[in-house]
């Protein structure tokens, strides 16, 4: 895995913008992945329960993100935030690429906790989760990382010197191997407005009692 000479994650201006936010392996329509969401493998509940005072939104005008793809997978698995160079080349089964938006906006829950609770006060919330649980893991989504008018290239890598590699965004036609290939990464949201990043609670259930957990992994949205 490369070894970084930025954070792991963008740094726009604005410092209450969550750092912690995870990558998704591919980018979802935002209006497919709301904050307040309820998540499983298989099914998703959306809120009808919540409103504009129980978020917090901050953004920036300008967004860049370098990302590492899985070519066994094509998904996003790692981000690099804004940098400009790394100090180790990729994995055979890795490649790099760029995210570029005109805007990035985070929502998240200024109260998780007390959001769940609302959630609860309705009447189709519990039971959905009390049957998810006997079926694997369920999430409740309490940020999203959203850009708009994305665009998603394929990135290279070059000798920089000093041990460092500089990422290259591609444009065009690039030539690779003897071929030439689109620069474009093959991203179908079919939106304006796309969900790239997420920070989503575990829901345990103990007996009656609904909680909230640990951080859960992007894996349910694989």
Same mark, same amino acid.
């Not at 329509?29 to 499983?40: F, I, R, W």
């Given at each position: 895995?490369?070894?970084?000479?930025?954070?792991?994650?963008?740094?726009?201006?604005?410092?209450?913008?969550?750092?912690?936010?995870?990558?998704?392996?591919?980018?979802?329509?935002?209006?497919?992945?709301?904050?307040?969401?309820?998540?499983?493998?298989?099914?998703?509940?959306?809120?009808?329960?919540?409103?504009?005072?129980?978020?917090?939104?901050?953004?920036?005008?300008?967004?860049?993100?370098?990302?590492?793809?899985?070519?066994?997978?094509?998904?996003?698995?790692?981000?690099?935030?804004?940098?400009?160079?790394?100090?180790?080349?990729?994995?055979?089964?890795?490649?790099?690429?760029?995210?570029?938006?005109?805007?990035? /906006?985070? /929502?998240?829950?200024?109260?998780?906790?007390?959001?769940?609770?609302?959630?609860?006060?309705?009447?189709?919330?519990?039971?959905?989760?009390?049957?998810?649980?006997?079926?694997?893991?369920?999430?409740?989504?309490?940020?999203?990382?959203?850009?708009?008018?994305?665009?998603?290239?394929?990135?290279?890598?070059?000798?920089?010197?000093?041990?460092?590699?500089?990422?290259?965004?591609?444009?065009?036609?690039?030539?690779?191997?003897?071929? /030439?290939?689109?620069?474009?990464?093959?991203?179908?949201?079919?939106?304006?407005?796309?969900?790239?990043?997420?920070?989503?609670?575990?829901?345990?259930?103990?007996?009656?009692?609904?909680?909230?957990?640990?951080?859960?992994?992007?894996?349910?949205?694989?």
């Amino acid at each position: 895995m490369s070894a970084l000479t930025s954070p792991l994650t963008p740094t726009p201006s604005n410092p209450m913008i969550p750092s912690e936010i995870a990558l998704l392996p591919r980018p979802l329509a935002a209006d497919g992945l709301s904050v307040g969401q309820l998540v499983s493998k298989d099914s998703k509940l959306n809120p009808s329960d919540l409103f504009d005072r129980d978020y917090d939104d901050v953004g920036c005008k300008w967004y860049k993100d370098v990302v590492i793809l899985s070519t066994k997978t094509n998904t996003f698995t790692t981000s690099l935030g804004g940098t400009l160079l790394v100090q180790n080349p990729l994995d055979s089964d890795t490649e790099m690429g760029t995210i570029e938006a005109e805007e990035m /906006r985070v /929502r998240s829950l200024k109260d998780p906790n007390d959001a769940l609770s609302k959630r609860l006060a309705t009447g189709d919330t519990y039971p959905w989760i009390k049957e998810q649980v006997q079926k694997g893991d369920v999430g409740f989504v309490v940020a999203v990382r959203e850009v708009t008018n994305a665009s998603y290239k394929r990135a290279t890598l070059r000798d920089a010197g000093n041990g460092n590699w500089e990422v290259v965004r591609e444009v065009g036609g690039e030539v690779r191997d003897g071929k /030439r290939r689109d620069s474009g990464l093959d991203v179908q949201t079919g939106s304006k407005r796309d969900a790239v990043g997420v920070i989503m609670k575990r829901v345990i259930v103990e007996g009656d009692h609904v909680t909230l957990g640990d951080e859960l992994s992007t894996e349910l949205f694989e």
